[in-house]
C-alpha cells in the first residue's frame, strides 16, 4: 500500500541533499522554531535535528492543541460527565490529559459516558440517537480543526438537535508566535508556520508578523522533505539578511487560505481572550460560539465556570511549550515522567513534544 | 539513512491530515456533499463542504471528516524541483 502524495516525501535521498545543501549555505548559528506539532513529530520521528549542521538549532513550538488545551477546560469536561451526566464526545487523544485531580479516561472507567469520535459529525450522530441525553462535543483544536468543529454546530443548528452543545477550545497560531517573539527569552531567528492551519486561514496574518519582528516565516508541510525545505528557505532568507513569508508547501497552501472554511468560521465563531496551558492567557487568542451559537456552548448551558488551574505536579511543560527547554533535559523526563504516568499534557498527546522524545528517542537509545 | 518508518494510513491522531483520492460523491447541497475517499486502500467518508471544486479522482488533503484542501498536482513536484533550481543558481 503506498499513499501518493504523502510518501515520496518521505525519500532518504532526498532527505539528505536538503541536510548536505543546508550544511553548505549555513554560516552561523540559527535558531528556528516549528510552531506545530505535526513538525516536531516529524522531526524527532524521522530525526530531522541530527541531519542538521549543528550551528541550526530546531526549537519545537506551542503548537498541540491536546498540550495547551488548559487543565480548567478538563476539569469542566469532567464534570459534565460526572456531575451533569451527559455524553461527552471527544477526539481520542484528549482522554489521557491530566485534569487537576484525573483525567477523562478515569472518568470513563468511573461510569462515565465518554465516546471517542473520529469526525466532529459523529457527534451529531450520537446527538440524534439520544435524544434523551445531553450530548456535549469537546471541540478542541487550532485553525485546521475549527472548520470541522464549526460545521458541527452549524448542522446541529439545521438539524434542530437542541440535546447538542460543544465545550470550545480553539486557539490560533499568530496571536501565541506573537506572544512567544514579545518575550524577552526569545533568541527566535526564524519560524517555520504550520502549514496545515495556513490551508485554512491563508498567510497574510504571518506577513503582519514579518513586517514587525523583521523575522522570516516559511508556510512549511509535515513530511520529512517538506520541513527540509522549509528549513533551506529559511536559512536562505536568514543568511542573506532577507525576511518575508515564504511558502513551502505550495501544493496545498494558498495565500488567500480557505475561502469556504473562513466563512463557516465567521458564521459560527467569534475571536476571545484565551488561556493556554503553560502559556498563561492570551488576547485574541481563541475562538468561542458567538452570539447566534451561544445557547450550544456547554459552559453557558450548564453554568461552568472554569477557573484557572495551575499545574501542580512538577511538569514543565510551560517552558518546553515555549520552546524554552528541551523534553529530555527536563529533570523529570523519563524518571518520574513517562507515557503511563505522564506528569502534563506534552507527555501526553502524540503531537506533544515529550511523547515525541519519549516514543522515538528515550525508548529506543536506551536499548543501545 | 534509510529505513524510515512507513506511513501508517490513518492513526487516531486529531491533528493528522492526509492526502486521499476522491472515489464518487454523494450529494448536490454544497454543505452536506460528501464523498468517499481512498487511502492507499483504505476508503472512508469525507465532507466536502470546504472544496467545493473538488471532482472524482482529484486528491484532497483530509482532516477529521473533512476535505480542507484540494492538492494541486502541478505543484506537488515543487520539494523535488526547488533543489535543482537552487544548485543550479549557485
Given amino acids: 500500500m503506498t499513499l501518493k502524495y504523502l510518501e515520496e516525501y518521505r525519500d532518504a535521498g532526498l532527505a539528505k541533499k536538503y541536510a548536505e545543501h543546508i550544511a553548505r549555505i549555513t554560516t552561523r548559528p540559527w535558531k528556528i522554531m516549528e510552531a506545530c506539532g505535526g513538525q516536531t513529530h516529524s522531526i524527532i520521528k524521522f530525526g ?3 541531519l542538521l549542521p549543528k550551528s541550526i538549532e530546531l526549537v519545537h513550538g506551542p503548537g498541540c492543541p491536546v498540550c495547551v488545551t488548559p487543565m480548567s477546560t478538563i476539569d469542566a469536561a469532567i464534570e459534565l460527565v460526572i ?8 477526539f481520542g487523544d484528549m482522554l489521557r490529559v491530566p485534569g487537576s485531580s484525573q483525567d477523562l479516561q478515569t472518568a470513563k472507567a468511573q461510569g462515565g459516558d465518554v465516546r471517542m469520535v ?8 450520537v446527538a440524534k440517537a439520544h ?10 483544536g487550532f485553525e485546521t480543526t475549527a472548520p470541522a468543529n464549526a460545521m458541527a454546530a452549524f448542522q446541529a443548528r439545521q438539524l434542530g438537535l437542541e440535546n447538542f452543545s460543544m465545550l470550545v477550545s480553539q486557539v490560533l497560531v499568530p496571536p501565541a508566535l506573537e506572544a512567544l517573539l514579545e518575550s524577552s527569552t526569545s533568541e527566535l531567528d526564524g519560524f517555520l508556520a504550520p502549514g496545515h492551519v495556513c490551508a485554512i486561514t491563508g498567510f497574510q496574518a504571518y506577513e503582519s508578523i514579518v513586517g514587525k519582528y523583521g523575522i522570516p516565516i ?8 517538506d520541513i527540509l525545505q522549509g528549513i533551506d528557505m529559511c536559512v536562505q532568507m536568514l543568511e542573506r539578511g532577507d525576511a518575508r513569508v515564504e511558502n513551502q508547501y505550495t501544493r496545498v497552501v494558498r495565500r488567500e487560505g480557505n475561502h469556504e472554511a473562513q466563512k463557516m468560521l465567521e458564521t459560527v465563531f467569534e475571536i476571545t481572550p484565551k488561556a493556554w496551558r503553560g502559556l498563561g492567557t492570551l488576547a485574541a487568542s481563541g475562538l468561542r460560539l458567538n ?26 511543560s510551560g517552558l518546553i511549550l515555549q520552546g524554552a527547554l528541551k523534553p529530555d533535559a527536563c529533570p523529570e523526563f523519563g524518571k518520574t515522567c513517562h507515557p503511563d504516568h505522564p506528569l502534563g499534557a506534552t507527555m501526553v498527546s502524540t503531537e506533544g513534544a515529550c511523547a515525541a522524545y519519549y516514543r522515538y528517542r528515550y525508548l529506543t537509545e536506551k536499548k543501545l | ?17 492526509i492526502p486521499a483520492k476522491i472515489l464518487s460523491i454523494t450529494g448536490e447541497d454544497p454543505l452536506l456533499r460528501t464523498a468517499k475517499v481512498d487511502f492507499g486502500g483504505v476508503v472512508k467518508e469525507m465532507s466536502l463542504a470546504y472544496v467545493p471544486e473538488a471532482r472524482i479522482g482529484n486528491y484532497v488533503l483530509t482532516h477529521v471528516g473533512f476535505a480542507i484542501s484540494m492538492i494541486d498536482e502541478k505543484e506537488a513536484e515543487f520539494v523535488f524541483e526547488f533543489l535543482k533550481n537552487t544548485e543550479e543558481a549557485l
Fill in chain 1, 48 to 50: 530531522i535535528d541530527r
Fill in chain 1, 83 to 90: 456531575r451533569y451526566r451527559v455524553i461527552l464526545c471527544t
Fill in chain 1, 118 to 125: 473520529y469526525s466532529p459529525l459523529d457527534a451529531l450522530k
Fill in chain 1, 131 to 140: 435524544p434523551e441525553k445531553e450530548v456535549v462535543f469537546f471541540a478542541v
Fill in chain 1, 218 to 225: 516559511v508556510v512549511t508541510g509535515f513530511e520529512p522533505g
Fill in chain 1, 291 to 316: 452570539s447566534a451559537f451561544r445557547a450550544m456552548d456547554a459552559e453557558f448551558r450548564f453554568g461552568l465556570n472554569p477557573e484557572s488551574s495551575e499545574e501542580r505536579t512538577g511538569c514543565r
Fill in chain 2, 1 to 17: 539513512m534509510g529505513g524510515w518508518p512507513r506511513a501508517k494510513s490513518l492513526e487516531d491522531r486529531m491533528c493528522l491530515s
